[in-house]
């Protein structure tokens, strides 16, 4: 599958979300949806279980101006880093991720945030012997949002979508982590039952 030029970034600042904590009353019905929204481990490593190639695109990674409900996580409202990439199993793509962090986590040489071009950050992140994670938030994403045409740019059909997110830190900096499951992935395939 050729993936289409994407604009960056996907999710500008004045875009909205409604991440809530994943309690039992926010999430999805189906079983197999709610294992992969909140799964603690690794999600790359996941991926990497249900493809034979898996392969990071990225959509681009630059300075920028994140969301109020972004900097709250970060402790921050100044511009930080803005990474947004898709996560592709066998050449078609099963999530849109987008991370977040303070300028300042570029220059954490234990992190090397600014060197990761197209390696996951989710393994990089999983390697820290420091890792810790906060709970997780989820969303779901109308069709008619940044996101839901994104999936139909990509050449699915329009349906409602959900992600997680999450905040790890390491080396003393925070990233907060979204990952919107989209396309022909497993979690999408039972969004709409």
């Given at each position: 599958?050729?993936l289409?030029?994407?604009?960056?970034?996907v999710?500008?600042?004045?875009?909205?979300?409604?991440?809530?904590?994943?309690?039992?009353?926010?999430?999805?019905?189906?079983?197999?949806?709610?294992?992969?929204?909140?799964?603690?481990d690794?999600l790359?490593?996941k991926?990497?279980?249900?493809?034979?190639?898996?392969k990071?695109?990225?959509?681009?990674?630059?300075?920028?101006?994140?969301?109020?409900?972004?900097?709250?996580?970060l402790?921050?409202?100044?511009?930080?880093?803005?990474r947004?990439?898709?996560?592709?199993?066998?050449?078609?793509?099963?999530?849109f991720?987008?991370?977040v962090?303070?300028?300042?986590?570029?220059?954490?040489?234990?992190?090397?945030?600014?060197?990761?071009?197209?390696?996951?950050?989710g393994?990089?992140l999983?390697?820290?012997p420091?890792?810790?994670?906060?709970?997780?938030?989820?969303?779901?994403?109308?069709p008619?949002?940044?996101?839901?045409?994104?999936?139909?740019q990509?050449g699915?059909?329009?349906?409602?979508?959900w992600?997680?997110?999450?905040?790890f830190?390491?080396?003393?900096?925070?990233?907060?982590v979204?990952?919107?499951f989209?396309?022909?992935?497993?979690?999408?395939?039972f969004?709409?039952?």
């Amino acid at each position: 599958m050729t993936l289409p030029e994407l604009q960056f970034p996907v999710i500008d600042a004045s875009q909205r979300a409604d991440w809530q904590l994943a309690t039992p009353h926010c999430l999805p019905s189906h079983p197999e949806l709610q294992r992969w929204l909140l799964d603690p481990d690794s999600l790359t490593a996941k991926l990497k279980q249900h493809c034979q190639h898996f392969k990071v695109h990225v959509i681009g990674q630059q300075p920028g101006t994140i969301r109020p409900d972004e900097a709250r996580w970060l402790g921050a409202s100044e511009a930080a880093a803005i990474r947004e990439v898709l996560l592709c199993c066998d050449g078609k793509p099963w999530v849109f991720a987008r991370s977040v962090f303070p300028q300042q986590a570029l220059n954490e040489p234990v992190l090397q945030l600014g060197q990761l071009g197209d390696s996951p950050l989710g393994a990089h992140l999983f390697a820290q012997p420091d890792l810790t994670r906060s709970e997780m938030e989820v969303a779901q994403f109308a069709p008619d949002s940044a996101l839901g045409h994104l999936h139909q740019q990509l050449g699915f059909e329009p349906q409602t979508l959900w992600g997680r997110r999450s905040c790890f830190t390491a080396a003393g900096q925070k990233v907060l982590v979204a990952e919107v499951f989209i396309g022909g992935s497993i979690p999408a395939q039972f969004m709409n039952e």
